[in-house]
C-alpha cells in the first residue's frame, strides 16, 4: 500500500479512509479464491471506495470489484476470437436458490434442500462432463444476485468452477451458450 500511495495518493487515501486494512485484504483474499488477479490494485481500491459509503460487506465488494475487474476476467476465459462459451442455470432454480438465501457471519450461503441441492450437483456435473468433451473449460454465466450462491453452494464438490456474473462480461467479448442446466 505504501508504494501504491506513492504513485496513486487520492485512490489509496480514499480506500484507507472508508475501509481498514483487514477489509482490503478480505476483499483481495476473496478475489485470490476465485483465481482473479489483484494486480490492478488501484481498480480494485477505487470501486472499494465508490461503495464504501454503500456497504462494508466482504461478499458485495467483492461483487461489484468483479465488474470493474469484468474485461481482465474475461480474457482469463475467452478464446482467442474473445468468445466465452459458458453454461446458464434454469431460472427457476436461480429463483429457488437465490431465495434460499440465509445470511452468515461469513457472507450468504444458499440453504437449499439437501435433496434439491443434490439434484444441483449431479445436474451440473453432468453438463460439465459435456462441456469438457466437447474441450471447454466449464464456466456457468448467472445474474448477479445468484453469482456467489452459485459459487458457494458448488465450493465443497467443484471448487475450481467458474462462475461469472452478467454484468462481469466486458462488451468486446462475444458468449456461447453451451446449454442449460436444468435442475430436475
Not at 458485495?60 to 446458464?88: F, P, S
Not at 436461480?94 to 434460499?100: A, E, I, P, Y
Not at 471448487?159 to 467479448?173: Q, R
Request: negative net charge.
Amino acid at each position: 500500500m505504501d508504494e501504491l500511495k506513492k504513485q496513486y495518493p487520492a485512490a489509496v487515501e480514499e480506500a484507507t479512509k472508508i475501509f481498514s486494512l483487514g477489509e482490503i485484504q478480505k476483499v483481495m483474499q476473496g478475489l485470490l479464491r476465485e483465481q482473479v488477479s489483484v494486480r490492478n490494485m488501484v481498480t480494485i481500491l477505487e470501486t472499494m471506495a465508490d461503495f464504501g459509503g454503500v456497504t462494508k460487506r466482504t461478499d458485495i465488494l467483492v461483487e461489484k470489484v468483479r465488474q470493474a475487474l469484468g474485461r481482465q476476467i474475461c480474457l482469463q476465459y475467452a478464446d482467442e476470437n474473445r468468445k466465452i462459451h459458458a453454461l446458464t442455470v434454469d431460472p427457476a432454480f436461480l429463483q429457488k436458490l437465490v431465495d434460499s438465501k440465509v445470511d452468515t457471519v461469513n457472507g450468504p450461503v444458499a440453504a437449499l434442500d439437501p435433496v434439491l441441492h443434490r439434484a444441483w450437483i449431479s445436474a451440473l456435473s453432468a453438463s460439465i462432463a459435456a462441456v469438457q468433451e466437447k474441450g471447454y473449460i466449464p464456466i456457468i454465466l448467472c445474474p448477479e444476485e445468484a453469482r456467489y450462491l452459485v459459487k458457494s453452494s458448488t465450493e465443497r464438490e467443484m471448487p475450481g468452477i467458474v462462475v461469472l456474473s452478467v454484468p462481469e462480461i466486458a462488451s468486446d467479448i462475444y458468449l456461447e451458450s453451451l446449454g442449460e442446466v436444468k435442475v430436475e
